[in-house]
């Protein structure tokens, strides 16, 4: 059974970092392609990085430069460090795997409870 959970969300003010962790367990990180998103109240669920099998990474205009997704293969963890941070990146993150170990387009299958990230001005 495959398990995902968030944990390191907070409640910073504008120019802080956090870094976030998802802890797998079912599925080995370092073989799936893995993603984050997040939702604000409100607001559509938005993808904001990717990283693939191989070790690419995709993120999005909001996001890049600021946002980084790195894996450690050996605690099965997904990160993401998040930076230079801005009240609009004010959400619930969750990461997610898809149904096999390849991402094809939006198909995700496994999901996260989610992380609130709250940034002050």
């Known amino acids: 059974q495959v398990q995902l959970v968030e944990s390191g969300g907070g409640s910073v003010q504008t120019g802080q970092s956090l870094r976030l962790s998802c802890t797998a367990s079912?599925?080995?990180?370092?073989?799936?392609?893995m993603a984050w998103f997040r939702q604000a109240p409100g607001k559509e669920r938005e993808e904001v990085a990717r990283?693939?099998?191989?070790?690419?990474?995709a993120y999005a205009m909001s996001v890049k430069g600021r946002f980084n997704a790195s894996k450690d293969n050996f605690k099965n963890i997904l990160y993401l460090q998040l930076n230079s941070l801005k009240p609009e990146d004010t959400a619930m993150y969750y990461c997610?795997?898809?149904?096999?170990?390849?991402?094809?387009?939006?198909?995700?299958?496994?999901w996260g409870q989610g992380t609130q990230v709250t940034v002050s001005s």
């Open positions: 990283i693939y099998v191989v070790g690419g990474t």
């Open positions: 997610a795997a898809p149904p096999t170990q390849y991402c094809r387009g939006d198909d995700f299958a496994y």
């Open positions: 079912g599925i080995t990180v370092g073989s799936y392609c």
